[in-house]
């Protein structure tokens, strides 16, 4: 490796430690690049060398073949697949990629300029600089460069390192040409921007998981990037942050939309970017979310494929797809487009388009340099280069396609054996033929499938090396005949265009599936082709091939290979994909194959099944590299025992020893791929031995294979190992996939699967070289995809030919050789060619092949000799027949006694009964297979009924009258839709959802009672010290009487504490009953309401500003109900009419049956009467078949067989009127009349009467007469009733039908309504949900807003209550201390003292920290306050934490528990205002979104309004038909009615009356309604007055309680407290220690003070001497010093003694103004005594000092101290030692 590919790597492995994936690069790396930059700047003016930079042929060291061995000649494929392969360097140059190559084409000469490859892994793509002074060439392989070619010059200009690890996919630059942006391909896929020019990264970041397509600068927006790919598309900014520049990126949301990769897209001026989809619509990028999605009109597809580019020109968008089509659309509107419903899309029609051809695919479009020009460059996918004028004006030229290629990877190619020419062909159907000696394509042909295989007929066949087989996908073979028409032109006399045709002399279609090798015999007498279908096929050579036969092979045909001369077999050798290799003799033309098919039998076949060996050639290397270095560490171990004994030493144990073996590790294990690796070549190195090339796991080696002798009877089974293999270096992933060997058999050429074209140097007779290990290689195809498919050399040797997978074809020359550009030769037409008819050619892709129409000829053959046997056999059983009839005509002529009977006749009864029984077996065959056609009629049947006859509920049926021609019918009613009730039932469940939901939020409200008191936070508890404790027998020290006061004013203590909870309670409830200050009455607010709705100047519906109503919006669930409603109203109304006319047929059925049964009884009593007094009969009527139309579907065989059979004047029959029943009784009746009649008549024919019998039948005639007239009248008034019904219902009916038209048209307005909000209801929806959702949201807040409020009230109420509490506990306290306490000062110390608290509850461990650190602190803070006032009062000799002496205990441990309960309060009361103040802030939150959410709300409502209008307005276009009478009409103009009564009202008679009487009902309302207010003002006034009234007597109450308070307890107090402190058993129990303490001391008190007057006798006694012996002492030292002074009185000032004299007078300042504070003290005092004597508490005399006891020793004074002895410690004066009391007037007297 050289130098600069390892700093290419450390570069790249620095950069990729030193940025993250989101593009972010540390300060560090900024800093260090900043410093690189200024120390190395590129001079401008640098170029790079081009030969040092370009990549070359590689060669070993010990090859011996020239570097120079092939130069490129020309390049006649374009890889048109490729991503963005055509660009524009100027108005005449076209450049793209090819393999290795850069073309530079000029599309005016159509020469081409190449350009290597540097890297010499490939080229990715190319992009010209906006300048077009340069181009840049991203490049393939390990660590590709950039380089920045000039133009026109090609110098390289800059190289860029280090951006990618494999290749590089895409790059663009940005508008100012500064910046270049490069995406790499997998693995890393990394994003790079470069600063170019100085060849510097300015960012970089992982782009994204998967392919990245393309990448683009904003033209507009400086610093944006977009990417996309496959199935994404990334948005990146350039941004500045603390740390540098970084690069960001948003991966683009599909959301809703089908995930799709993302070919090509634009970035608009405003941000917004259009992207393509893989469906042909364009998606409108806002952001990274899809704002909408573009179609065409009706939901068509933009383009009808992948969209591949966008351009964005002078306000129009051009996009091209894969359809051909390049389409322009409207900026402006694509830029603003929205959709309008929730499908997502947004409609729009192209402004233009043009559409290239039916097959063409555009992938890229690339615009010319010059300005204003219209001209664009196109690239086809289907291998072709577009020129396009796309002005989109009158002028605008057609489409020009300037070159054609073969589009994909080339299937076949071949050369001539006698000149430069080279034929192609590839999948895109087409045939090409090219002269690579004047570099140029001479004839093209195509086809509807493409081609696979190709091979150049040898000249011993046809004699002009002219004639090309080509084989294709869909099986079929074609000879194609190539000649020069120009020799045509003599002979015929026609003229033909191009220098070559190719004519097709026979198809014909071997195989079923693609040809895959084509090959001729040595001889050229066969030829053989190869298919995927795993057959070979033989052809005999002729002027028309004929084919002999096929034979099978285990697997789909690879290679085919004749074996050459030198062999004395003419086999062939057949290589299959899977591994298997072939090897038949050669079938003679005349071989016999079976009749019916193709398929040869009986050649000889050897075969080969390659079995993996490389798995073991990998474990032998190990092996005998184990042993090498076991061997050479033996040799060792005995070359440093020889030293050692030349040296003269002894050995050591150690080297003596064997060096222990370490323990290997395992060999590698034996493989054998599964499935087997591909075989890719095979050609013969000797008969019966060949050469195989793998792939797969296999490659790397060449191995050396021959078939066995003894052959597998089952083929697939066959395992067979090479003999001999040749390892081939650089090839375990990179296998041959073609080999090819010059004429003289000096060069092996071998076309790799990287696209590299290796070359090796055979030795004479050397098949292959031996060891293959120097070899000259040269990457020359794409090296991703771009394998080398076929390697080929002219007929001379001075051309090597190469295509491969990518479409590219190339020509190199061999060495440099001087060869002059002339056309190669054309072979001429064939003789008489031009008097031929073309030849057929197979087009259909299902044709049959040769064997399958061989085998279809063989089935119609046997099929025609089997029909001729059947007729044969026909025709003589007619003849059978015919003779058998002659028998038995001739046996009929015979005498009876000589006729043979029909059993005679029968030679066997078998015949018959097998004969019927086959008949029989027939007829059931017949049934069964009509039995589906039986079904399938009566399954039919039930549908026909189904949709005509179970539809219908009710039929029409007309009853007709008897007597008159009136008629009555009943209504055709269909069964009621299923979406009917379901409707309804919807409607039901929507009304009663609102009810519940209004009955749910008045309950809800109803339970959140603002005033109902809650109870006390946790945590917070009565104290033990106000708890009333009930006395203890046996502890208390109460007896008697106390005893019994003490329950008493417990019970007494207690019902005051119930009656002032009780009370409590109801204020609660009153303040809880309390209105709010903006409640209002719910009957004010339903009568506002009624008002507003009712009260006005109301718009008519057809009014612009006419606003619907919220209880008469109309949706399509609630105009469904309503029609729904409708039509089940008209539905039960006919149902009821039909009912009754069914009724009245009923009544009719049974009127024929009396009237039928009357006319028998008639008939009876006309057979007993003369014939002269006979009535005619009553006509009995009939049902006719309207009356009846259920009996059309009553049907039975004969009907069936009459419908059947095929009449031309066939009559219907009639139905019957009468029932069967009817008919059958008037049949008997007939009947029987007539035997009675027969019989009457016979009696009276037969006897004679007498007289008597005369007269009795006389009357029995005149009885008969009347039943007689009575049947009649009877029948009569029957028929005339039955008519009156009829008449009667006819006309309700005909009112109805008004009623129903009526309906109808109300039920067809209804369903234009239904229609109309059907087509809003989508808008309406959305509109609709939008708004709910607001008030939704406006509900929940508040909700919230509600319940933050009341527990802000409670925590307020809380507060109160902790307040309170807190009073309470002081006051308790205070209260506990009682009067005159001395320890009051202390215990008031212990009570506020701030102590350390245990935690009740633990929190987390940060928290518990932060808290106990927060709680030290304030502890401290505390500790030191109290230290201060301790300081501060002077008193720190006793300790707040231990009860001192003569301190009662108890009221100690009442005072820390008071303390505790204290605390607990305080602690309780900040927590609930910190909890108070976090919901004042949240309800403040929750008010401001109220505010931001009702504004929305508003907003919505409002759309909601506008949308109702336009609904109203649309409804009111709609036409009603209202029928109205004329004295309905009150329009009058002039005293006449218009003819045009457009401009009318059409209202309701009871609407109108309504109105009428609403306006007394007004008037009577608003006099009510003035009385109301006159009432309302009135009491007003009265309750204010009140008001007033309670309040200055509330104050004046309040000033009484406070007077009384202070004239009983002298402050005020809470007299709570005192109720609850007044039956303590506790208290009572130390007034009575109090008491029999105070006794004790008055016993002692007067015992003393009688002491006290003594003391104070004596005292007065010892002062008063005292006294004296001062003043005496005082006068004693005035005179001496005033002797003193009279001594001295020069040598001292008079100012001493004026000194002394004013420090006295100072003094006794002082005394005066003490004694006057201590006489107001005293008046204090005095007032503070009568003031407890009013109360009625028991006042103490006052504590008197203890004297000092008297002195026994004299006094003295010194000079300057106070006149006054000490009595106790210190400095303190008697009185302060006595227990820090003032001292008493009777002692400053004393001091006096």
């Keep these: 490796m050289s130098t600069d590919d390892m700093s290419e790597k450390d570069s790249l492995r620095d950069a990729e430690h030193t940025v993250s994936e989101e593009g972010e690069e540390t300060e560090g790396n900024i800093e260090e690049k900043e410093e690189e930059t200024h120390k190395r700047m590129i001079p401008e003016d640098l170029y790079y060398d081009y030969q040092e930079l370009c990549s070359r042929a590689f060669t070993t060291d010990d090859s011996r073949i020239p570097q120079n061995l092939l130069l490129l000649s020309h390049s006649f494929g374009y890889d048109c697949r490729r991503r963005a392969n055509l660009q524009l360097l100027d108005e005449n140059t076209l450049t793209f990629v090819a393999g290795n190559m850069l073309v530079l084409l000029n599309i005016q000469t159509k020469e081409k300029r190449y350009s290597r490859s540097c890297s010499g892994g490939g080229i990715g793509t190319v992009m010209p600089h906006p300048s077009r002074r340069y181009v840049a060439v991203a490049e393939k392989g390990e660590q590709p460069k950039i380089i920045i070619y000039e133009y026109p010059s090609m110098r390289p200009y800059r190289v860029l390192r280090g951006g990618t690890g494999r290749a590089y996919s895409c790059i663009d630059f940005d508008r100012e040409g500064t910046l270049l942006a490069s995406v790499g391909s997998a693995p890393d896929y990394m994003l790079t921007l470069w600063n170019w020019k100085q060849e510097q990264v300015v960012l970089r970041s992982k782009a994204f998981s998967q392919d990245v397509y393309r990448v683009t600068f904003s033209p507009d927006n400086p610093g944006q990037l977009t990417t996309s790919g496959s199935g994404h598309i990334k948005f990146w900014k350039m941004a500045n942050s603390f740390t540098g520049l970084k690069l960001q990126g948003i991966l683009g949301r599909f959301g809703k939309t089908a995930l799709t990769d993302v070919e090509g897209y634009v970035v608009l001026p405003d941000g917004k970017v259009v992207s393509g989809s893989e469906w042909g619509n364009m998606l409108l990028w806002d952001g990274d979310l899809i704002k909408v999605e573009i179609c065409r009109k009706e939901g068509r597809t933009c383009h009808n494929g992948v969209i591949q580019q966008f351009v964005l020109e002078e306000g129009e968008l051009m996009t091209i797809g894969t359809d051909g089509a390049v389409r322009s659309w409207d900026f402006e509107s694509i830029d603003a487009a929205d959709s309008v419903d929730d499908s997502g899309l947004f409609e729009i029609e192209p402004m233009n388009e043009m559409i290239i051809g039916r097959n063409v695919s555009l992938s890229s479009m690339v615009r010319s340099p010059i300005p204003d020009s219209t001209i664009w460059y196109a690239q086809d996918s289907n291998g072709g280069i577009w020129k396009l004028d796309l002005s989109f004006s009158n002028i605008t030229q057609d489409p020009e396609c300037l070159f054609s290629f073969h589009a994909g990877a080339i299937e076949g190619m071949d050369v001539s054996s006698s000149s430069h020419l080279m034929a192609t062909t590839a999948l895109d159907c087409s045939v090409r033929v090219f002269d690579f000696l004047s570099e140029k394509e001479i004839t093209t042909c195509r086809y509807k499938q493409g081609g696979t295989t190709l091979t150049w007929a040898p000249s011993t066949v046809v004699g002009n090396d002219g004639l090309l087989v080509v084989g294709f996908e869909d099986g079929v073979v074609r000879l194609l005949e190539l000649f020069n028409p120009q020799s045509l032109q003599a002979v015929v006399g026609l003229r033909h265009s191009g220098d070559a045709e190719l004519r097709l002399k026979q198809a014909f279609k071997p195989h079923n599936a693609p040809v895959t090798a084509i090959s001729y015999e040595r001889n050229g007498s066969i030829m053989a082709t190869g298919s995927v279908d795993c057959t070979v096929f033989f052809f005999a050579v002729r002027d028309r091939y004929e084919p002999i036969g096929f034979i099978t092979v285990p697997g789909p045909v690879q290679v085919l290979q004749w074996a050459p001369q030198l062999h004395e077999r003419n086999t062939l050798l057949i290589a299959c994909q899977t591994g298997h290799v072939v090897e038949v003799e050669a079938p003679g033309p005349d071989v016999q194959n079976d009749g019916g098919t193709y398929q040869l039998q009986n050649l000889p076949i050897r075969h080969f099944c390659f079995s993996s060996i490389k798995s073991r050639i990998m474990r032998d290397a190990e092996i005998a590299r184990r042993q090498a270095v076991k061997e050479k560490k033996k040799k060792e171990r005995e070359e440093r025992l020889e030293k050692l004994k030349e040296q003269g030493q002894e050995p050591t144990e150690d080297d003596l020893s064997e060096e222990e ?328 469940v929507v009304q009663e959802s609102e009810d519940t939901d209004l009955e749910h939020q008045r309950n809800k409200g109803e339970q959140k009672d603002p005033g109902n008191p809650t109870a006390v936070p946790e945590g917070l508890s009565e104290p033990m010290v106000l708890q009333p404790k009930a006395p203890q027998a046996g502890v208390s020290k109460l007896v008697g009487r106390r005893a019994e006061k003490l329950r008493k004013a417990a019970e007494k203590a207690e019902g005051a504490r119930a009656k002032i909870q009780q009370r409590k309670r109801e204020w609660a409830e009153l303040y809880a009953a309390k209105p709010s200050e903006d409640y209002e009455d719910p009957e004010d607010l339903c009568a506002i309401q009624l008002a507003t709705e009712n009260m006005g100047d109301f718009k008519l519906k057809t009014a612009k500003d006419f606003t619907v109503p919220e209880h008469l919006r109309m949706n399509v669930e609630r105009k469904s109900a309503q029609l729904a409603v409708l039509e089940e109203q008209i539905y039960q109304r006919k149902s009821k009419m039909n009912a009754r006319v069914l009724a009245l047929r009923d009544s009719k059925v049974a009127l024929i049956s009396l009237l039928h049964s009357l006319q028998t009884q008639l008939r009876t009593l006309q057979q007993l009467l003369p014939t002269e007094k006979h009535r005619p009969l009553p006509t009995v009527p009939t049902l006719l078949s309207e009356e009846t139309p259920e009996r059309k ?38 009947h029987t009349e007539e035997e009675l009649r027969h019989s009457h008549v016979n009696t009276h024919s037969e006897q004679q009467l007498t007289e008597l019998e005369h ?174 006032q301790e300081s501060e009062s002077g008193v720190g000799t006793l300790d707040d934490s231990v009860c001192p002496p003569n301190c009662d205990p108890v009221l100690f441990e009442n005072t820390v528990k008071l303390r505790e309960h204290c605390l607990d309060v305080e602690e309780l009361l900040m927590e609930e205002k910190k909890n108070a103040e976090t919901l004042r802030k949240e309800c403040d939150s929750l008010v401001k979104k109220e505010k931001i959410v009702q504004s929305s709300l508003k907003a919505a409502e409002g759309d909601l309004e506008l949308f109702n209008r336009e609904k109203q307005q649309k409804l009111n276009e709609l036409d009603v038909v209202v029928p109205l009478r004329l004295h309905q009409i009150e329009y009058i103009v002039n005293g006449e009615v218009p003819t045009q009564l457009d401009s009318a009202l059409v209202m309701k008679m009871a609407a109108v009356e309504r109105q009428q009487e609403r306006i007394k009902e007004l008037q009577q309302e608003k006099n009510q309604q003035r009385e109301l207010y006159r009432n309302a003002r009135q009491q007003h006034v009265q309750l204010s007055n009140e008001h007033k009234y309670m309040e200055k007597k509330i104050q004046e109450l309040e000033a009484r309680c406070e007077q009384m308070m202070m004239m009983k307890f002298g402050k005020l107090v809470d007299l709570e407290a005192l109720q609850t402190l007044s039956g303590s058993s506790k208290l009572e129990e130390m007034k009575q220690d109090s008491r029999e303490k105070e006794a004790k001391n008055l016993k002692e008190l007067k015992l003393w003070q009688n002491k006290v007057a003594e003391a104070r006798l004596a005292l007065t006694e010892v002062t008063r001497e005292n006294t004296k012996r001062l003043q005496r002492l005082n006068s004693l030292l005035m005179q001496q010093k005033l002797l003193e002074d009279k001594i001295k009185a020069r040598q001292r000032m008079g100012s001493q003694f004026q000194g002394r004299h004013q420090s006295d007078e100072k003094e006794r300042q002082r005394l005066q103004n003490l004694i006057q504070s201590q006489a107001e003290e005293m008046e204090a005092l005095k007032q503070e005594i009568s003031a407890l004597s009013r109360k009625g508490g028991h006042v103490l005399p006052p504590s008197h000092t203890r004297l000092p006891p008297i002195p026994t020793t004299p006094l003295t004074m010194r000079q300057g101290t106070q006149p006054y002895a000490t009595a106790g410690t210190g400095d303190t004066p008697p009185v302060a030692a006595a227990g820090g009391y003032r001292p008493s007037l009777y002692a400053h007297s004393l001091y006096y």
Aim: net charge negative; charged share 35%.
């Design 1255 to 1428: 007269e009795m039948k006389e009357m029995e005639d005149i009885h008969n007469l009347y039943l007689q007239d009575k049947l009649i009248k009877q029948m009569e008034e029957a028929v005339w009733t039955f008519d009156a019904e009829v008449c009667l219902l006819r006309d309700e009916k005909l009112r109805l039908d008004v009623q129903m038209k009526q309906a109808d048209l109300r039920l067809l307005t209804l369903f234009e309504e239904l229609l109309l909000m059907k087509e809003f209801e989508m808008r309406e929806n959305t509109l609709q949900e939008r708004m709910n959702t607001r008030n939704q949201e406006e509900r929940e807040l508040r909700s919230k807003l509600e319940e933050c409020k009341q527990q802000l009230e409670q925590k307020r109420r809380d507060i109160a209550k902790l307040q309170e509490k807190e009073k309470s506990l002081n006051a308790t306290f205070h209260t506990s201390l009682g009067e005159n306490n001395k320890f009051t000062d202390f215990l008031t110390r212990v009570f506020k003292k701030k102590i350390k608290r245990v935690k009740k509850k633990e929190k987390a461990s940060t928290q518990e920290k932060e808290d106990s650190d927060e709680d030290s602190d304030e502890e401290s803070v505390y500790e030191d306050d109290e230290d201060d």
């Design 1193 to 1230: 579907l009553c049907y039975s065989h004969t009907n069936l067989q009459q419908y059947k059979a095929p009449r031309a004047g066939r009559r219907q029959e009639e139905v019957q009127e009468v029932p069967v029943l009817l008919q059958q009784e008037s049949m008997e009746d007939t």
């Design 661 to 988: 073996e370490r323990e290997e590790e395992g060999l590698p294990p034996l493989y054998i791929p599964n499935p087997p690796s591909p075989l890719h070549c095979a050609f013969y190195s000797q008969p019966g031995a060949f050469w195989l090339s793998m792939g797969g796991y296999d490659s790397g080696y060449l191995y050396h294979c021959k078939f066995s002798e003894q052959q597998a009877m089952d083929v697939l089974e066959q395992r067979d190992e090479p003999f001999f293999f040749i390892p081939l270096q650089d090839t375990d992933h990179n296998p041959i996939l073609t080999m090819c060997f010059s004429s003289m058999r000096q060069l092996l050429l071998c076309g790799m699967q990287d696209g590299s074209i290796r070359v090796f140097l055979l030795e004479a007779g050397e098949q292959p070289p031996g060891s293959m290990q120097a070899y000259w290689s040269l990457s020359v195809h794409d090296n991703q995809y771009g394998s080398v498919k076929h390697l080929c050399f002219s007929h001379d040797g001075c051309f090597v030919l190469s295509s491969g997978a990518d479409g590219n074809i190339f020509s190199f020359r061999l060495l440099e050789q001087d060869l002059q550009k002339h056309q190669a030769k054309i072979p001429s037409p064939r003789i008489g060619l031009e008097s031929e008819p073309a030849a057929p050619d197979i087009e259909d892709p299902a044709a049959y092949s040769i064997e399958t129409a061989k085998q279809k000829l063989e089935l119609e053959r046997m099929q025609r000799e089997a029909e001729l046997r059947k007729q044969e056999r026909r025709k003589n059983l007619s003849e059978l027949q015919e003779q058998f009839q002659t028998i038995l005509q001739i046996n009929q002529t015979l005498p009876e006694h000589l006729r043979l009977t029909h059993a005679e006749l029968e030679l066997d009864h078998r015949f018959h009964e097998e004969a019927e029984r086959v008949r029989d077996e027939r007829v059931r065959e017949v049934r069964q297979e009509l039995a589906w056609e039986e079904e399938k009629n009566r399954i039919g049947l039930q549908k026909l009924q189904k949709m005509f006859w179970d539809s219908v509920a009710c039929d029409t049926v007309i009853v007709s009258t008897i007597e008159s021609d009136y008629k009555v019918s009943t209504y055709r009613l269909l069964v009621p839709s299923s979406k009917v009730q379901p409707m309804k039932e919807q409607d039901q």
